[in-house]
């Protein structure tokens, strides 16, 4: 069941995730106003005035909630009591707010890390990117690092990305079958190292493990 | 595999005609086989893009039941691998086709042997358009950064969907609960195909059901032509975004086509823009954008509006 819009929470709203940074949220709300805001061409026409008074509220009122820590807090509670969300998110939260400072640091260059490669891979275009998908369903650990490399893509940037350990990567990278870990960090491993590259997470999974079987 | 595209978009003069050509040309110099079907019926004009004669032969000999095989009417083009089934010649009376004739046309075109098939329509919102719009799974539609167009775009959507909304009561012989209740609205008309939507779950909530399914599963992509520098750099990422929450989420963008004046002046000399000059910004965004429709990935089952 979709949603309709008027009942989104301030987080589905914002499209950020619960554990949204500040900085997240203030970077949100300038761009959903960007969409709302009287002047946008991207809504042009689609509201009546009324109707598009009370959107700039309610993205007002999401603001003003989502960046004030306290009323931010009662309301995920409320969201968590209403049955609508599951309890992690308040964890979730909680641990968010533990972090020290260098841990914070580390998440930011992780996130800035993805936007560098994202970057790369943009401007490789899709041809490239097309192009070494073709091959038949099976996928070997050469096949992903060809990929990367054409991609022009450093391992080390890849583990600065996901955090999956070079060791890991390296395994992954030679079919180094013994050094694998266990099936079930593979595949999340497989999951992260695909979307790093903006590969099809389902044939990058799949077609490994198969590869991992005829071995 | 085949792909159908229909290409449309409500606002005149965005630009259809020219992308679908240009994507025509594009898709078969990548090998494919291509036909372009000009669909804008009274007012067809692809072969002039094409920078070809007035053909021959066209859709008004299918529908006088002269050429049975639509595939016949498959002219080849001066590019390989790219024909053209032209409606030149269709009067603007053809424009009023009787709903049967539509039908038969509509269930050729898709029966139709090329790997990819264009159809390219005319400006507005005549049901004959939206209903050539729904022959493809999948509809390309064409706005252009300034407010008219924007307008027309959303309008154009809308209208899709009610299209398809009423085609589907008609067929399951519900149209008279349509009529009680646009009776019933104290406004006299809709303020959106939702609000349809929503009195019919409200009314039979399990049939109801069916019929948003039916919306939900209409694909859009957005192309945004005639993109200059001062245009906001992400209004077709907004655009989508809009479309995908206020609407169904079925919306993407498909990419920006930079504005450039000798298209124009390519069109006025019937040359085709792409060979005259394939080293614009314009000729690189459609490439990306023929690339793009390429990638491999599965197309949506096909929704044809007969039967
Ligand atoms: N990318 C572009 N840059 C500059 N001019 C363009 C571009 N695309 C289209 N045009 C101009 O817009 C005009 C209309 O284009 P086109 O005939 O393709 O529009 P259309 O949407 O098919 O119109 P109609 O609704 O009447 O069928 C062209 O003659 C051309 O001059
Ligand atoms: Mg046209």
Not at chain 1, 67 to 76: F, L
Not at chain 1, 129 to 136: D, E, I, L, P, T
Not at chain 2, 130 to 142: H, T
């Amino acid at each position: 069941m979709i949603k309709k819009f008027e009942d989104l929470n301030y987080y589905e709203l914002f499209q950020i995730p619960y554990g949204a940074s500040s900085f997240e949220v203030r970077q949100a709300y300038k761009n959903i106003l960007a969409i709302y805001e009287e002047t946008s061409l991207a809504t042009y026409s689609l509201f009546t005035e009324d109707e598009r008074r009370e959107i700039l509220s309610k993205i007002e009122k999401a603001f003003l909630t989502l960046i004030d820590e306290q009323k931010r807090t009662s309301y995920d509670n409320a969201l968590v009591n209403s049955g609508e969300v599951p309890e992690d998110i308040l964890i979730e939260r909680a641990q968010k707010k533990a972090i020290p400072i260098f841990q914070i640091n580390q998440a930011r260059a992780r996130g800035s890390n993805l936007a560098r490669i994202r970057k790369k891979i943009q401007e490789k275009g899709t041809r490239e990117r097309a192009s070494v998908m073709v091959k038949g369903d099976v996928i070997s650990g050469n096949d992903l690092k060809n990929l990367r490399e054409s991609l022009g893509v450093e391992l080390e940037e890849v583990f600065q990305a996901t955090k999956i350990s070079p060791t890991a990567l390296d395994a992954i990278e030679r079919d180094d079958i013994t050094n694998l870990p266990p099936t079930i960090y593979l595949k999340s491993f497989l999951k992260s190292y695909a979307e790093v590259l903006q590969l099809d997470v389902k044939t990058v999974v799949e077609g490994y493990l198969k590869n991992v079987e005829k071995q | 595999m085949k792909r159908i595209y229909s290409i449309g978009g409500g606002k005149g003069g965005s630009g259809k005609s020219f992308i679908a050509t240009s994507l025509g040309v594009l898709l078969a110099k990548q090998g494919k086989r291509v036909v372009l079907v000009d669909l804008d019926l009274g007012a067809s004009n692809l072969h002039t893009l094409l920078g070809q004669k007035i053909p021959q032969k066209g859709l008004d000999a299918f529908i006088d039941k002269e050429t049975r095989n639509l595939e016949d009417l498959a002219l080849p083009t001066t590019i390989p691998n790219l024909y053209l089934i032209s409606s030149t010649k269709c009067s603007l009376e053809i424009a009023n086709l009787f709903y049967a004739q539509k039908v038969k046309l509509i269930s050729a075109i898709n029966d139709l042997p090329f790997d990819y098939i264009l159809l390219d329509l005319g400006p507005g919102t005549h049901f004959n358009t939206l209903d050539f719009f729904l022959v493809a799974p999948e509809g390309l539609f064409v706005a252009t950064p300034e407010p008219t167009a924007i307008e027309n775009t959303f309008n154009f959507i809308k209208s899709v969907y009610l299209r398809k909304l009423k085609l589907a009561l008609k067929q399951t012989n519900m149209w008279y609960v349509f009529k009680e209740e646009i009776a019933k609205l104290s406004r006299g008309t809709l303020k959106s195909p939702m609000e349809l939507v929503d009195i019919l779950v409200k009314r039979e909530p399990e049939k109801g059901k069916l019929f948003e399914d039916l919306l939900k599963r209409l694909k859009f992509k957005l192309i945004l032509n005639k993109f200059r520098g001062q245009v906001t750099e992400n209004l077709g990422e907004q655009l989508v975004d809009v479309c995908n929450r206020h609407l169904y989420p079925s919306f993407e963008f498909l990419g920006n086509i930079s504005y450039d004046s000798r298209v124009y002046e390519a069109i006025v000399a019937r040359h085709i823009f792409i060979r005259k000059y394939p080293y614009t910004k314009t000729v690189s965004d459609l490439q990306t954008m023929a690339r793009t429709l390429t990638e491999k990935r599965q197309q949506p089952a096909e929704l044809r509006i007969s039967r």
